[in-house]
């Protein structure tokens, strides 16, 4: 799978949940990307874009594709979108959306903030708190390895 745009990833993401009815907020596009990033990460060792995340108070963030849609607020994201016709990523993305669509953007949260990733690049700072702290990809690949592996 080749390495495509936050951009790209998310216009697909939002493509494949508006086919099954799920609505997407800012704040769940964050958490979907996520753990599209992880788990693309934990299988296959490669990251499914370079942007990074930030360990915001809502969780993982990029700021780039937060920004993108922050005029939205806590509205559904149904602008126009420009997905990729990629089989490897779609099945990738499908995977995620069928794992984690069902949730809220609140529920998505909650379980990032349980996360090592978003805890450590955090630290000790209180929950409240902003924060730019970007939150590695190697540290992201190794905790959802350990996921995998605990799984096997």
């Given amino acids: 799978m080749s390495t495509y745009s936050a951009d790209q990833v998310a216009d697909t993401l939002l493509t494949l949940a508006r086919n099954q009815r799920i609505e997407i907020t800012n704040l769940k596009l964050q958490k979907l990307m996520y753990y599209s990033q992880a ?3 934990a299988f296959t060792n490669e990251a499914l874009f370079c942007e990074e995340f930030e360990a915001w108070v809502h969780g993982p963030v990029i700021p780039s594709l937060f920004r993108r849609f922050k005029h939205l607020r806590w509205s559904p994201i149904i602008e126009d979108v420009h997905p990729v016709a990629d089989e490897k990523l779609v099945g990738h993305l499908g ?5 984690y669509g069902p949730a ?3 529920q998505l949260e909650r379980l990032s903030h349980s996360e ?5 690049a955090r ?3 209180a929950p409240e708190m902003p924060s730019n702290a970007v939150i590695s990809k190697d540290s992201i ?3 959802y390895v350990g996921i ?3 799984a096997r």
């Fill in 39 to 41: 788990w693309n990460l």
């Fill in 95 to 99: 995977n995620v959306i069928t794992t």
């Fill in 104 to 106: 809220t953007g609140g």
């Fill in 116 to 120: 090592s990733p978003w805890k450590d």
């Fill in 123 to 125: 630290g000790d700072l």
């Fill in 141 to 143: 690949r190794i905790f």
């Fill in 148 to 150: 995998l592996n605990a």
